[in-house]
């Protein structure tokens, strides 16, 4: 008898933890609010939402997801820079995206659509700094989108320069 219960506690145990275990990511697609001021906000087609209808991230936030970094030239900078921020794959995965294309909006209402096909490990990323410095306003930030030019040449081409913007403040899932 008392080798039955235990069984049945065991069973028990083992139900309830992969009952919490399931339930994880539930949890872990739930947004904080952003403790400082916020520099990025993401719309659309999102199942994640920390204000409203949207996803507010600030500068902490974004670096919580994770930040990736490469070195490489690009059309609008001198020289070669390492560029660092989080990868798009890994923002949109973070907020929920089930869209086709994300539109990036400028502070200054400049807009660029990436096609969320382009977007993965090799992909672009969301710069906030630059040669290990937070990028200003003056200086093309506070986010930057940036592909990884020189590792790839099939990136350089006016097609996909399309796609970068500086002074990022909204993107949009459509």
């Known amino acids: 008898m008392a080798r039955e219960i235990s069984r049945r506690r065991l069973f028990a145990l083992a139900t309830g933890a992969a009952v919490i275990f399931s339930a994880g990511p539930v949890f872990a697609a739930r947004l904080q609010t952003p403790q400082g001021k916020p520099v990025l906000r ?30 490489t030239s690009t059309p609008w900078t001198d020289g070669v820079s390492d560029w660092e921020g989080v990868r798009l794959d890994v ?22 659509d990436v096609p969320l096909a382009d977007i993965g490990e090799e992909g672009p990323i969301l710069a906030m700094k630059r040669n290990g410095e937070l990028m200003p306003i003056s200086d093309k930030g ?21 796609r970068c913007a ?8 459509l």
């Open 42 to 71: 993401i719309g659309g087609k999102i199942s994640t939402h920390n204000q409203g209808d949207e996803a507010v991230f600030d500068l902490s936030m974004l670096e919580a997801l994770g930040t990736s970094n490469f070195s």
């Open 91 to 112: 923002l949109m995965k973070a907020v929920g995206a089930s869209g086709d294309t994300l539109r990036a909006t400028a502070l200054n209402d400049y807009v660029a």
């Open 142 to 162: 506070p986010l930057f989108i940036v592909y990884p030019f020189d590792g790839n040449p099939n990136l350089q081409q006016q097609n996909v320069y399309m």
């Open 166 to 173: 500086w002074h990022i403040a909204r993107l949009d899932v």
